[in-house]
């Protein structure tokens, strides 16, 4: 080992001219050296990188009196002047806001008492997303009671459908103006509650004047099963993207936006074969679907873009 590294004053020295960096092997050295308390252990390992030093243990070397200097103050508190130690770490990707942890709680807790309570209900709604005969039965049988696993779900699916809409947000830095986190995910819980409950009072209004209440009310049922299966879907989805350490969210992000398409191409043909059965006009297909569907989707889409 060089003495020049233990020589008491070579740390103040490049301390005072020019940049320290800690990382400097033979600086590692002359701090071991010559900033160690007199209660310290000096230790020396069989291999180099198991010891205090660089280098093995020299006997012909006097360490006591070369090495060590006495300081006022204890090893367990070593304080060195103008250095700041930065410890090496581990670099985060992102950070999740206190609020969105219970959020995602909030959700599991209620598919745990759907799963735990309503489990045969759970079991036919799936069904019902691909079974037209399920469904009709689901749609006889339908409740309005708020303790009922259909409550439980669509709120579910609106806490969840805004929390994916929020991390897509966040993650490709779409700006509301809004710097507080919560502000932003309640306005994605605006949007969404207010984006369907004005799509049901358009339908039913619609439904009103054109004599087809029954087909408009079947159809934005289906809507809703879709919905409740959808967010029991995109529930692991936010959950990953919330906890697990992603560097790059995108992927997952973009899979959630194909399993909300595949369940709105899934709704819209089911709507279908529901007004085709009732012997609806084609042509007032059509205008439903670039009106009250379509049409607000690229309004949203050009919204977010601006």
Known sequence: MKQTYF??????????????????????????????????????????EWSQFRKGYDHIYD?????????PYDSLHTVLKNVEVVFPGKKVSRTNPDWLVGVIVL???????????????LSQLAQATINYSVFTRLFRE???????????????????????????????????????????????????????????VIYYLIGALT?????????????NVYNRVLGLFLLPVT???????????????????????IFYLLSLIRGAQIFLK???????LIL????????????IYNFLLS
């Open 7 to 48: 020589e008491p004053n070579n740390f103040q020295a490049k301390l005072d001219s020019q940049t320290v960096n800690l990382l400097d092997s033979a600086l590692l050295d002359s701090l071991n050296a010559n900033y160690i308390a007199p209660d310290s252990i000096i230790i020396f390992g069989y291999k180099p």
């Open 63 to 71: 360490y006591q009196k070369k090495l060590l200097e006495p300081l």
């Open 107 to 121: 959700a599991f807790f209620l598919f745990a008492t759907v799963r735990l309570i309503f489990h045969k209900y």
């Open 142 to 200: 339908r409740y309005f009671n708020l303790l009922h696993a259909s409550f439980r779900l669509d709120l579910v699916f609106a806490l969840i459908m805004s929390l994916y809409g929020y991390q897509f947000i966040n993650t490709f830095k779409i700006n509301f103006g809004i710097t507080k986190s919560f502000y932003v995910y309640l306005i994605c819980v605006a949007m969404v509650i207010g984006y369907f409950t004005a799509k049901k």
């Open 211 to 223: 004599e087809n209440k029954q087909e408009v009310q079947e159809y934005l049922f289906s809507i």
């Open 239 to 261: 959950a990953i993207i919330a906890f697990v350490p992603l560097y790059q969210p995108e992927t997952l992000l973009f899979t959630g936006l194909g399993i909300v398409i």
């Open 278 to 284: 009732k012997h609806f006009s084609i042509f007032y």
């Open 288 to 299: 439903y679907l670039c009106t009250l569907e379509f049409l607000p989707l690229l309004l």
